[in-house]
């Protein structure tokens, strides 16, 4: 999963050491604040010295963050677990733009109507408006049980 927005508090760093291998570990959460109509704030962990060396993520940065999110279960509770394991600079006037609502690019997947309003096939007529086909016979033609009618209603 991805978000998008800017980093509005860079909690402290954590770190020990694994009981169960004994080498050293790190982690830091960070919120990050969307720029939708309502923005959404989210917290989420980047695990290990080499990742927040290579993140090194600051207060205020404009980010792209894929995570990913998992659940675990301590005493009865359970608790959602979000890590990043990417996270891309974004360009904070893109960002503005993005929070203005202003599109840059057409979405995936949607294509211009084609010329004249035919169909995409060279040379093709649109196809006919099934509301505007032929009518249904008027009510009274139906009523009377017509010998030339074989339906059983």
């Known amino acids: 999963m991805e978000i998008e927005g800017r980093i509005i508090a860079v909690l402290p760093e954590r770190g ?3 009981q169960r291998t004994g080498n050293a570990w ?3 959460e960070f ?3 969307t720029h939708d109509q309502y923005p959404r704030k989210c917290v ?3 695990f290990g010295a080499d990742r927040l060396a290579q993140f090194n993520i600051q207060s205020g940065e404009e980010l792209r963050v894929s995570f990913d999110i998992d659940a675990h279960e301590y005493n009865g509770r359970w608790f959602n677990n979000i890590t990043a394991w990417r996270v891309e600079r974004v360009d904070p006037a893109a960002a503005q733009a993005a929070a203005m609502g202003v599109q840059s690019a057409p979405m995936p997947g949607a294509f211009p109507p084609p010329p004249g309003g035919g169909s995409f ?3 093709a007529q649109p196809a006919p408006d099934p509301l505007k086909a ?3 016979p008027p009510a009274d033609s139906q009523e009377g049980g017509d010998a030339a009618d074989d339906l059983p209603f």
């Open 16 to 18: 020990g050491v694994s």
């Open 26 to 28: 790190k982690s830091q």
């Open 31 to 33: 919120v990050i604040e």
């Open 44 to 46: 989420f962990g980047v």
């Open 121 to 123: 096939a060279t040379g």
């Open 134 to 136: 032929a009518p249904f």
